[in-house]
């Protein structure tokens, strides 16, 4: 009998592409047959420009259910994910872990007296138990768990990624995509949306960049966070912060890479005062050029680094925007 | 209003050691704190009662006894009544187990106008808890929370953090709501209840006192998910040239490399 892997997407005003990573490691992973059903909950139209941006496989399906219902509150969610899961009855539901999903997943899981494993990174599949072992850090550091699953007809999973998962294929496959109608209660009597506001935070793209300055305690001051921004703006790369500066306030969570941050993946990374904790280390990838600077010449940092150098973070910002603005002729 | 904030006690994560010949964990009872984001939300529900003195605002935990010492610190802050589920029974409880035995416990306490919860534990951090006690409790609930103000006794006005923006609603209770760490400053402990703390012991609930909990849906066995084992990452060694004093024309020639690349 098929595995079926259910795979629902929040589609809200942003890219479609970021299914594909999650589709690679199910199809990469998962052996047996299968057929995985993508469902995208929106309330925008998908026009074939953004059904495009799918990298899907020759088991994928993928319908769409569009209902001005689906916003920014996690009921309409929850109902229409529990009416797919009766429609297509799945062994598993997988999706990418961030909070909004996580919450909408959680209670459907209670409805169907499912186990539920949050933000692993990666899955396995052991042969003698014939049973999937789900991977997630575990104590912040390069230690990680092996969780499996019990009494469960359905099992969810949410997959956090430890760095970028590299997309299996580029070519675009036959795939049918339906159009579908769904029918939502609105809860509109408890639940009023009364406005958004959007935050001005500085256009960062984290999660993209490809050059990135990371920023540790060892800047010493909340003031030269400045210099990561001017070095950033000259690579045309983006500024990540650890998890202390964000504990003291200096930076927004949204900048803060690591375990309980976001995952980058820079081909160039700066580890600027940073003394390369497993729980930061694990969000960075793997650069292809990582140059760390920290004034302990025994921090865990420059045990991956390419170049390592021993002074101070601040210090050396400085000297770095000099000889770069020098080399790029800009003044 | 009858506003309930579950706390949980967490062993300090910068305090955790973990052995890798035994593969457990050492948690010492000297090291329990009071989950960040779990304060945050009871600051929420002491400035309800502020607007609205006639409320009560009730802590419910889950843990071993040695718990009863961090509760204290959530006393002194100004609540009505503190309550510990303490249950051998409970240990190896994953998320799931946990969610239903806290709903049993507050189904068994009574009716709630709010419940607060913290969105993330530093142990753990799974943040599905608090959506599945209102699934269980079949309740209303949003997560992400940054800011409640109470506009009467049946309505809230939330903002909930989504991405880069902030989105305002009106809700009408009950519901619950999930906290996010450092939406607030929790507030400094009044002499009169710092006094009222020394003395108070919070209510213990056992198993047994709860009606209608299935035994079999907690502890390890009731669990869903288990961890079958630890594994150490090997992290590759790369030989890195370590520079000292971050001499010029070192950064030069990593400038260069730099730039090559890019």
Same mark, same amino acid.
């Given at each position: 009998?098929?595995?079926?892997?259910?795979?629902?997407?929040?589609?809200?005003?942003?890219?479609?592409?970021?299914?594909?990573?999650?589709?690679?490691?199910?199809?990469?992973?998962?052996?047996?047959?299968?057929?995985?059903?993508?469902?995208?909950?929106?309330?925008?139209?998908?026009?074939?420009?953004?059904?495009?941006?799918?990298?899907?496989?020759?088991?994928?399906?993928?319908?769409?259910?569009?209902?001005?219902?689906?916003? !920014?509150? #996690?009921?309409?969610?929850? +109902?229409?994910?529990?009416?797919?899961? /009766?429609?297509? $009855?799945?062994?598993?539901? *997988?999706?990418?872990?961030?909070?909004?999903?996580?919450?909408?997943?959680?209670?459907?899981?209670?409805?169907?007296?499912?186990?539920?494993?949050?933000?692993?990174?990666?899955?396995?599949?052991?042969?003698?138990?014939?049973?999937?072992?789900?991977?997630?850090?575990?104590?912040?550091?390069?230690?990680?768990?092996?969780?499996?699953?019990?009494?469960?007809?359905?099992?969810?999973?949410?997959?956090?990624?430890?760095?970028?998962?590299?997309?299996?294929?580029?070519?675009?496959?036959?795939?049918?995509?339906?159009?579908?109608?769904?029918?939502?209660?609105?809860?509109?009597?408890?639940?009023? !949306?009364? #406005?958004?506001?959007?935050? +001005?935070?500085?256009?960062?793209?984290? /999660?993209?960049? $490809?050059?990135?300055?990371? *920023?540790?305690?060892?800047?010493?001051?909340?003031?030269?966070?400045?210099?990561?921004?001017?070095?950033?703006?000259?690579?045309?790369?983006?500024?990540?912060?650890?998890?202390?500066?964000?504990?003291?306030?200096?930076?927004?969570?949204?900048?803060?890479?690591?375990?309980?941050?976001?995952?980058?993946?820079?081909?160039?990374?700066?580890?600027?005062?940073?003394?390369?904790?497993?729980?930061?280390?694990?969000?960075?990838?793997?650069?292809?050029?990582?140059?760390?600077?920290?004034?302990?010449?025994?921090?865990?940092?420059?045990?991956?680094?390419?170049?390592?150098?021993?002074?101070?973070?601040?210090?050396?910002?400085?000297?770095?925007?000099?000889?770069?603005?020098?080399?790029?002729?800009?003044? | 209003m009858n506003i309930l904030v579950c706390v949980k006690q967490i062993i300090d994560?910068?305090k955790?050691?973990?052995?890798?010949?035994?593969?457990?964990?050492?948690r010492n009872p000297q090291h329990l704190l009071n989950n960040p984001a779990d304060l945050s939300a009871l600051e929420f529900a002491l400035r309800v009662k502020d607007t609205f003195p006639d409320s009560r605002v009730y802590t419910l935990s889950m843990g071993a006894l040695e718990c009863k010492d961090r509760i204290k610190e959530i006393v002194e802050l100004g609540i009505d009544e503190a309550i510990l589920l303490s249950d051998k029974r409970l240990a190896?409880?994953?998320?799931?187990?946990?969610?239903?035995a806290l709903?049993c416990a507050i189904k068994s306490l009574g009716k709630f106008n709010l419940i607060l919860c913290g969105?993330?534990s530093l142990?753990?951090?799974?943040?599905?808890?608090?959506?599945?006690?209102?699934?269980?409790?079949?309740?209303?609930?949003?997560?992400?929370?940054?800011?409640?103000?109470?506009?009467?006794?049946?309505?809230?006005?939330?903002?909930?953090?989504?991405?880069?923006?902030?989105?305002?609603?009106?809700?009408?209770?009950?519901?619950?709501?999930?906290?996010?760490?450092?939406?607030n400053s929790v507030r400094f402990p009044k002499l009169s209840f710092m006094i009222r703390a020394l003395s108070y012991e919070p209510k213990i609930l056992t198993l047994d006192n709860l009606?209608?909990?299935?035994?079999?849906?907690?502890?390890?066995?009731?669990?869903?998910?288990?961890?079958?084992?630890?594994?150490?990452?090997?992290?590759?060694?790369?030989?890195?040239?370590?520079?000292?004093?971050?001499?010029?024309?070192?950064?030069?020639?990593?400038?260069?490399?730099?730039?090559?690349?890019?």
């Amino acid at each position: 009998m098929e595995y079926t892997i259910f795979v629902p997407v929040i589609f809200k005003e942003d890219k479609l592409q970021k299914v594909n990573s999650l589709l690679s490691l199910i199809e990469s992973k998962v052996s047996k047959p299968k057929k995985i059903i993508v469902v995208i909950y929106t309330n925008t139209f998908l026009d074939e420009v953004l059904l495009n941006q799918l990298k899907l496989f020759d088991d994928c399906q993928v319908f769409i259910y569009p209902n001005s219902n689906f916003n !920014f509150y #996690e009921g309409p969610y929850i +109902e229409a994910v529990t009416k797919s899961i /009766e429609e297509f $009855k799945p062994q598993m539901v *997988v999706a990418l872990s961030d909070e909004f999903m996580k919450s909408v997943l959680a209670r459907v899981a209670v409805r169907f007296s499912a186990g539920f494993v949050v933000d692993c990174f990666d899955i396995q599949f052991d042969e003698s138990s014939e049973k999937f072992i789900f991977l997630k850090p575990a104590y912040g550091s390069n230690i990680n768990a092996k969780i499996s699953v019990k009494d469960s007809p359905i099992t969810f999973v949410t997959i956090k990624p430890k760095s970028g998962i590299e997309c299996l294929d580029d070519s675009q496959r036959d795939v049918v995509i339906c159009r579908r109608q769904i029918e939502i209660e609105n809860k509109a009597d408890q639940i009023s !949306f009364i #406005e958004k506001i959007v935050l +001005e935070t500085i256009d960062n793209k984290l /999660e993209s960049a $490809k050059i990135v300055i990371g *920023v540790g305690r060892g800047i010493k001051d909340k003031e030269n966070l400045k210099y990561a921004y001017e070095l950033a703006s000259l690579l045309g790369g983006a500024v990540g912060v650890t998890r202390p500066l964000v504990d003291l306030g200096w930076a927004d969570k949204e900048l803060q890479i690591g375990q309980s941050g976001k995952t980058i993946s820079p081909d160039i990374y700066f580890a600027f005062g940073i003394s390369g904790a497993a729980h930061h280390i694990c969000g960075i990838g793997k650069p292809k050029i990582l140059i760390a600077v920290n004034k302990n010449k025994d921090a865990e940092i420059f045990k991956i680094a390419n170049y390592g150098i021993v002074a101070d973070a601040t210090q050396t910002m400085k000297i770095f925007i000099r000889v770069f603005k020098e080399r790029l002729g800009k003044c | 209003m009858n506003i309930l904030v579950c706390v949980k006690q967490i062993i300090d994560p910068d305090k955790m050691e973990y052995s890798p010949i035994t593969k457990t964990v050492k948690r010492n009872p000297q090291h329990l704190l009071n989950n960040p984001a779990d304060l945050s939300a009871l600051e929420f529900a002491l400035r309800v009662k502020d607007t609205f003195p006639d409320s009560r605002v009730y802590t419910l935990s889950m843990g071993a006894l040695e718990c009863k010492d961090r509760i204290k610190e959530i006393v002194e802050l100004g609540i009505d009544e503190a309550i510990l589920l303490s249950d051998k029974r409970l240990a190896g409880s994953d998320a799931s187990a946990t969610s239903y035995a806290l709903s049993c416990a507050i189904k068994s306490l009574g009716k709630f106008n709010l419940i607060l919860c913290g969105e993330h534990s530093l142990d753990g951090e799974t943040s599905i808890v608090p959506p599945q006690i209102a699934e269980y409790l079949g309740i209303c609930h949003m997560t992400s929370i940054v800011d409640i103000k109470p506009k009467d006794q049946n309505t809230l006005e939330v903002v909930k953090k989504i991405e880069n923006a902030l989105v305002r609603f009106e809700i009408k209770l009950p519901v619950l709501l999930s906290v996010k760490k450092d939406s607030n400053s929790v507030r400094f402990p009044k002499l009169s209840f710092m006094i009222r703390a020394l003395s108070y012991e919070p209510k213990i609930l056992t198993l047994d006192n709860l009606k209608d909990i299935d035994v079999k849906r907690i502890g390890l066995e009731g669990s869903k998910t288990t961890v079958d084992e630890f594994e150490e990452e090997k992290i590759e060694n790369f030989s890195c040239e370590i520079f000292e004093q971050g001499n010029f024309k070192e950064i030069e020639c990593i400038v260069d490399a730099v730039l090559k690349y890019i």
